[in-house]
């Protein structure tokens, strides 16, 4: 995975451990790091079926809202975080060579997506006992 | 004994150049001699006979699922077969008791070694070569009958003391609460030897290979990794290795990424609680716990919840997908009934199912609310309170009530019909009768229609003003009255003196029985008989006394209106008659038609005229001041007398009624003169049966005998005593029936008038 340069806590308790605003900027960078190779995957891929075609947008559709509404939380919780809106996907996973993230195979590239996709999930959701303990945590 | 040939019942079943008998054609014990016969265009040849007993071509099918296993006991190594009885088309042959033999030999080997076995489907067989592969077989018979055909064969190898350890499997890896992660395996054969396993692992990207940090915490033959161990979104690469003296042996790799491999334990602490609101129907609460290892606080892991639940008789569960809460409200239970209800839970996002928690039951209680009892209760007395209140009144006013309710349907009657007459069966009186003209009635009297016909007064002077001077104004009133444009409507009441009550009623048809008068009237006490109301209900209508001069314009007393004069009565002729008695002439009665006069005009006055003198001499008679009678007479043939028919002849007294007594209509004998005094104060009535009503004013009394015989008229007077009896009681009532009998009907036999022959323009 393009992303598997990135130093993510692989614990509940690493997670638990790092500072929140490290938490959300990681979430950033990994929803950042996805952002172009989804939109290349949907570009390459026009002969797949239609119902696949339309959940692959969806999901790159997922993705940018995801990044939107943390990026909002992060501004509601007054995190100070660098911006993360001028970079690419490549610098985003930390790659120093870009165009890497589309050299991927199509299942190598859906198994990355899915892993770093449930990492992001776990990741938001130890964020949100964090930051919101009272909800259902 | 018989000998029956029969033919094979399925040539199909078996295949060709078969023959299949099927249980209905199948009988144990018994011999078939079974031929086939090959037939062809030339000719046919049969086979030889074959007998055949049925039990004993008893053969079953060869055993299944051979199954062979190698065990080491006590340093020494034998095989374990198992095997299973053949399947049976019909599973209700389970009383099968099956023989099975066994056999097996070296690979290589050809002869057979043979084990009889006995009724047990296993068996273990002990001297073996080891590091030699075995072939075995099985077969089975019944008790009685032939071995099956051998099964299919299985091979084995005996291990023999020095052979590495078979391939160990990995069967699975768990996660229960995404922190930690189990593996577990499944040894092969051991090869003899004492086997040790390790379990290695290595991480994705790494090429360290580890061991697996704890074999005991999970059990034997499993790899227990702790906390420290696990990363999550990494694959791990497991393996397992045995390893005995002679050698060791891999698995197959297994890849594991714990991220997906979470199955968590089953929720805890269910409970349930039952709540009753105020305004609604109690309903449950089941409540539970997550898993105590799986973290949900700090939001790491995830759970959703499933719960099924069925009535404890039930068979099938119903599944309900909760979602992340760890409570579920239950409402549409039935009460009474017991449940069972499970629930389990899995991760939100990768994983798998956790087992059921135990079963939590559930009982309903049955909720008898106080509430919808008492409704039922009310409801149940009220309607019993109803049902005995209506059967109550039933019984005690139950004709009543169904008279009120259904009233009793009149029968038909026609005006001019003698009922009695269609009793003796007098047609032509009948056809006469119904002859009459000024039928139909066109007045407002419908509902008199049925029941009478309306004999048409042809304008009339019946009234006529009475030659008596001192005749009362009443009559002159009628008179004019009884001129009115509405003919045909007879009225006994003079508009003037009648009441309301008088207008309604109804110009009675002469012949109408006083039945009709009844129905007529309605219910006045019985005594709205056509006589009484024009009599008025006031009896001053009618008075007869000597002395007064009054004339009732009874039945003269037309309605003037246009009351549905259905009954045509002779009101003024009556009328005048009645006074007679008072020596008035007024009253000649319509009916009584001058015996020598015949105009139809003015019959009254004249009839008054003559009538005079004989109302006199009636008035001997009878001088009951109380009692008004109307003699009537029997006009003599006289064709032109409007009322009478020339035919009608008798005088019939009418005895006016006292209060308390019913009318009693006398006959009178014209000639004879004799007035017997039928009436009976008060007991007997004598009537005669109106025969016809001459115009609206007249009414013809008719006796229902021939008026010659006095004795006669009893009877019949009887018979029209119903009639009068309505003028009976409180009033004071004449009844001025003319029956203009005419002997000359009798003599015809009919004693009904025609009123035709009444209609005659009366003027």
Redesign the interface.
């Given at each position: 995975c393009h992303t598997?340069g990135m130093l993510?806590p692989?614990?509940?308790?690493y997670?638990?451990k790092i500072p929140r605003e490290e938490l959300t900027h990681l979430i950033l960078k990994l929803l950042q790091a996805w952002k172009e190779p989804l939109s290349h995957f949907n570009q390459h891929h026009q002969e797949l079926p239609d119902d696949s075609l339309s959940k692959a947008k969806q999901i790159s559709n997922m993705v940018h809202e995801l990044k939107t509404g943390v990026e909002k939380v992060t501004e509601k919780a007054r995190f100070s975080i660098n911006s993360l809106n001028g970079m690419t996907s490549s610098e985003a996973a930390g790659l120093s060579i870009s165009n890497e993230a589309n050299m991927m195979s199509d299942s190598d590239f859906i198994h990355c997506f899915r892993?770093d996709s449930?990492?992001v999930?776990?990741y938001l959701?130890?964020l949100?006992?964090r930051i919101m303990p009272e909800n259902?945590? | 004994s018989e000998e029956e040939i029969y033919e094979c019942p399925d040539y199909r079943t078996s295949g060709p150049n078969s023959c299949y008998f099927d249980t209905n054609h199948t009988t144990p014990w018994t011999t078939y001699n079974i031929t086939v016969m090959a037939t062809n265009a030339i000719g046919s040849n049969s086979s030889d006979p074959q007998y055949v007993d049925v039990t004993s071509i008893v053969q079953p099918d060869a055993p299944v699922n051979l199954t062979l296993e190698t065990k080491t006991s006590a340093n020494t190594m034998y095989l374990w077969a198992k095997w299973s009885p053949p399947p049976l088309a019909d599973a209700s042959s389970n009383s099968h008791v099956y023989h099975y033999e066994l056999q097996l030999k070296p690979e290589e080997k050809e002869e057979w070694e043979t084990i009889s076995v006995g009724v047990q489907t296993q068996y273990k067989v002990i001297r073996l070569q080891a590091g030699v592969k075995y072939v075995v077989q099985v077969r089975c018979m019944l008790d009685l009958g032939e071995w099956s055909e051998w099964s299919s064969e299985r091979r084995i190898w005996i291990p023999n003391g020095e052979s590495p350890p078979e391939k160990p499997t990995i069967i699975k890896c768990r996660s229960p609460e995404k922190e930690t992660f189990t593996c577990w395996w499944k040894p092969g054969s051991d090869g003899g030897h004492p086997t040790n396993y390790t379990l290695l692992y290595s991480k994705e990207g790494e090429e360290q290979v580890y061991e697996c940090p704890d074999y005991r915490t999970a059990g034997p033959n499993s790899c227990y990794f702790d906390k420290k161990h696990t990363s999550f979104w990494t694959i791990y690469n497991i393996t397992v290795r045995a390893t005995n003296e002679m050698g060791s042996n891999f698995s197959d790799p297994h890849y594991v990424d714990v991220t997906y491999i979470v199955q968590p334990d089953p929720p805890v602490n269910v409970t349930l609680e039952l709540k009753k609101p105020m305004n609604r129907k109690p309903y449950l609460v089941l409540t539970w716990s997550p898993p105590p290892l799986a973290d949900v606080r700090s939001g790491w892991l995830t759970l959703e919840y499933e719960l099924r639940l069925k009535p404890e008789e039930g068979e099938e569960w119903e599944t309900i997908f909760v979602g992340q809460q760890t409570q579920y409200k239950m409402f549409s239970l039935n009460p009474g009934k017991k449940y069972i209800v499970q629930i389990h839970c899995k991760p939100d996002h990768h994983g798998s199912w956790s087992e059921w928690s135990s079963e939590k039951y559930i009982q309903i209680p049955t909720d008898f609310r106080v509430k919808d009892m008492v409704v039922w209760i009310i409801v149940g007395v009220l309607s019993s309170l109803i049902c005995l209140i209506m059967s109550w009144t039933m019984v005690l006013k139950g004709y009543r009530m169904i008279a009120f309710i259904l009233p009793p349907v009149p029968g038909p009657k026609i005006k001019g019909i003698d009922t009695h007459l269609l009793e003796t069966g007098k047609s032509e009186e009948l056809l006469s009768a119904l002859g009459c003209h000024g039928f139909p009635p066109t007045s407002d009297c419908e509902e008199l229609l049925i029941e009478y016909l309306e004999v048409e007064d042809s304008e009339d002077q019946q009234l006529m003003p009475s030659h008596d001077s001192g005749h009362p104004s009443k009559n002159t009133k009628i008179i004019p009255k009884e001129t009115d444009s509405d003919s045909g409507r007879g009225s006994c009441d003079s508009p003037s003196l009648l009441s309301e009550k008088c207008r309604e009623c109804h110009t009675l048809p002469s012949t109408l029985q006083t039945q009709d008068v009844r129905d007529v009237q309605e219910n006045k006490g019985g005594k709205t008989s056509w006589e009484t109301q024009c009599i008025a209900s006031e009896q001053k209508i009618l008075l007869f006394n000597n002395e007064t001069a009054k004339s009732s314009t009874w039945p003269a007393a037309q309605l003037p209106n246009n009351q549905p004069p259905v009954f045509a009565y002779h009101s003024t002729v009556d009328a005048h008659k009645i006074t007679l008695n008072t020596a008035n002439v007024n009253i000649a009665p319509v009916l009584v038609g001058n015996e020598e006069k015949r105009q139809s005009q003015y019959p009254i006055t004249e009839t008054l005229h003559n009538d005079m003198e004989k109302q006199r001499e009636m008035e001997n008679l009878h001088s009951k001041t109380d009692q008004t009678t109307a003699q009537v007479k029997q006009n003599r043939p006289n064709d032109k007398s409007p009322f009478l028919n020339p035919k009608l002849m008798d005088y019939v007294e009418v005895h006016k009624v006292r209060q308390d007594e019913q009318a009693v209509l006398l006959k009178h004998k014209e000639n004879s003169g004799k007035t017997e005094k039928y009436t009976v104060p008060g007991t007997s009535k004598e009537y005669t049966k109106v025969s016809t009503v001459v115009d609206h004013n007249i009414i013809v009394l008719m006796p229902d005998s021939c008026i010659q015989h006095t004795s006669v008229s009893q009877e019949p007077a009887m018979e029209t005593s119903p009639n009068l009896q309505q003028g009976q009681a409180e009033k004071n009532m004449s009844y001025c029936l003319t029956a203009p009998s005419e002997c000359k009907r009798e003599t015809s036999g009919s004693e009904y008038m025609d009123p035709s022959s009444f209609m005659p323009s009366f003027k």
């Open positions: 598997s993510t692989n614990g509940k308790e997670a638990q892993r449930n990492k999930q776990s959701k130890i949100k006992c259902s945590c | -």
